[in-house]
């Protein structure tokens, strides 16, 4: 069965999808097949960030204009991608959260990936809480600025209250240096905890690099770019953290219940 990694933020504008494009590419890599998901049905933007361009999309599926198998794109030497699309603001004025069963379709999938990266939508709405609730591992991207660390708050007692997820990793993004980026994990556990019942694990940091946002302007992964392997042993060691810290409590308890069931 896939290893399901979510990664959230609480407000846009933070890396997020960076992260997640760049994570997917070296967890391959490194670990094991992947499929990277695009559960933004606003702002959906992995593919663009990796220069592809998909023929169908998650938003086909969820208008049953296609299956999911055949929305998952394979882009050529890299991972596979489930895509999104911008600009479908109907589909979120429905009744209910189109993408709901999304996870458990995907592991169900009759071809299966070791990984699965999704790329979840800025916030703290139902279908971000439930993409959350059926993850393996909630990885919640920090900026060093006041509202991140609020939103990133935010975002973490609703997934408490909500969903009653207690594990989340936390990724310090765009960090000036090592120290920075420790100093500002530090005081964010000690808010987070001192109020919610809650564990958070810290799995690294990400160098404020300009050449990140000159690869996104390329539209070309920076772990794909030559010359940035001090840039890439960053992203390796969140990969190798990650992949070794305990299942999200929510998930032992599902698989648990479906062993028994």
Do not use: W
């Amino acid at each position: 069965m896939s290893t399901v990694i979510s990664i959230a933020s609480g407000k846009g504008g933070v890396g997020k999808s960076s992260l997640a494009v760049n994570f997917s590419i070296r967890l391959q890599e490194i670990a094991g097949s992947t499929l990277l998901v695009d559960s933004d049905l606003l702002m959906a933007n992995a593919h663009i960030l990796m220069g592809f361009r998909p023929e169908l999309s998650l938003v086909d599926v969820i208008e049953k204009k296609c299956a999911l198998s055949d929305a998952i794109q394979k882009i050529p030497g890299t991972v596979s991608i489930l895509p999104g699309r911008s600009g479908t603001s109907v589909l979120v004025e429905k009744d209910g959260d189109p993408l709901e069963t999304l996870v458990p379709q995907i592991r169900s999938l009759k071809e299966s990936y070791d990984y699965v990266v999704m790329d979840a939508a800025a916030g703290a709405g139902d279908g971000v809480l439930n993409a959350l609730s059926h993850s393996d591992h909630v990885v919640i991207v920090l900026l060093g600025q006041a509202t991140s660390f609020v939103d990133a708050y935010a975002l973490i007692k609703n997934a408490y209250i909500e969903r009653r997820i207690t594990q989340f990793s936390v990724v310090v993004n765009m960090a000036d240096n090592k120290v920075k980026a420790q100093t500002l994990y530090d005081n964010f556990e000690r808010t987070v905890c001192g109020f919610l019942p809650v564990s958070l694990i810290y799995t690294g940091y990400i160098p404020l690099r300009d050449a990140i946002a000159r690869s996104s302007k390329k539209c070309k992964p920076i772990v794909q770019a030559p010359g940035e392997k001090h840039l890439i042993e960053h992203i390796d060691t969140v990969v190798h953290r990650i992949l070794a810290t305990p299942l999200s409590t929510s998930r032992q308890t599902e698989v648990v219940a479906s062993d028994c069931g």
